[in-house]
Nanobody, 122 residues
């Protein structure tokens, strides 16, 4: 079983920054993808940024140039989402999603965290 846990949410003023962290643990052989999603109040969940096992990154148009997803140095199964110049529409619950291969079972896993709240308000 693989667990994914987010941390780092909080309150920030418009134009401010937050860094979210996503850590995966458990029976992991490899992780193919880490994705960050967000779900604003009353809206659907949307993909914000992706990080592949090869280090490739992809971003939603709405955050490109302001958000950066990267693996934490020295931590193979942790990725961070640096969010700069946050706008009011950035207020959401941010979810991390990890996909990969189990170490013991060699069966693919697809795990979600419980989310962390990011609030953008003056």
């Amino acid at each position: 079983q693989v667990h994914v846990v987010e941390s780092g949410g909080g309150l920030v003023q418009p134009g401010g920054s937050l860094t979210l962290s996503c850590a995966a643990s458990g029976d992991i052989f490899s992780i193919n993808n880490f994705d960050w999603y967000r779900q604003p109040p009353g809206k659907e969940r949307e993909l914000v940024a992706s990080f592949s096992g090869r280090g490739n990154t992809n971003y939603a148009n709405s955050v490109r140039g302001r958000f950066t997803i990267a693996r934490e140095r020295g931590a193979l199964y942790t990725v961070n989402l640096q969010m700069n110049n946050l706008k009011p529409d950035g207020a959401a619950v941010y979810y991390c999603h990890g996909k990969g291969l189990g170490k013991t079972t060699l069966v693919g896993f697809d795990s979600w965290g419980r989310g962390t709240q990011g609030t953008v308000s003056s």
